[in-house]
């Protein structure tokens, strides 16, 4: 599955893996020479607690790497009036006489503990590009589903204190 990023996502993978390659990569080689150095490998523990280590690194370099190749750019634009990605609202589910509060990202900066949802999840394909005062249907799966009123929509520009996962 192609992974749908903004600008700023794709900036911030940029930047993950700059810090990698140049901060990271350099530290794991240094601590494998230093576990090497203290001599026999069979029971050494830093010694495999450092490989594992710096393979996971290159492991995630090489994941964001493919990431970005094969990355479809969305644009965070949306109508004044529309939910778009980026945008906090507060959604009323009727069904549990609740008002909740989250923020439309990309399925990277998904978070449904902090309030952030993706624009892939049932969720957010239901509420995107709606507007304040209508009803929406989400649609869970087959058999299930439920409806939202949109009660407000704040425009968010900056997305500079939302995390990518990994970093």
């Known amino acids: 599955m192609r992974e749908q990023l903004t600008a700023s996502d794709i900036k911030k993978i ?3 893996i700059s810090h990698r ?7 794991a080689i240094e601590a494998v020479k230093e576990a090497r150095a203290q001599g026999d490998l069979s029971e050494n523990f830093e010694y495999y607690a450092a490989k594992k280590f710096k ?3 290159e492991s995630r370099i090489r994941y964001l790497e ?3 190749r094969t990355a479809q ?5 949306s109508k004044p009036d529309e939910i778009g990605i980026n945008n906090t609202v507060e959604l009323y589910f009727e069904e549990d006489d609740e008002v909740e509060t989250y923020r439309l990202v990309t399925s990277i900066r998904g978070n449904s503990m902090k309030g952030l949802i993706s624009i892939e999840s049932p969720l957010g394909k239901a509420i ?13 799966n087959e058999k299930a589903g ?4 949109i009660r407000k929509i704040i425009k ?12």
Do not use: A, C, W
């Open 14 to 16: 940029e930047e993950e």
């Open 66 to 68: 493919k990431m970005l």
């Open 128 to 140: 995107q590009g709606h507007k304040e005062g209508e009803r929406v249907h989400v649609q869970v």
């Open 55 to 57: 393979n996971q690194n």
């Open 146 to 149: 439920y409806d939202v009123l």
């Open 156 to 167: 968010t520009e900056d997305d500079s204190q939302d995390n990518i996962r990994g970093f």
């Open 73 to 77: 750019l969305v644009s965070d634009q």
């Open 21 to 27: 390659k140049l901060v990271v990569r350099k530290e």
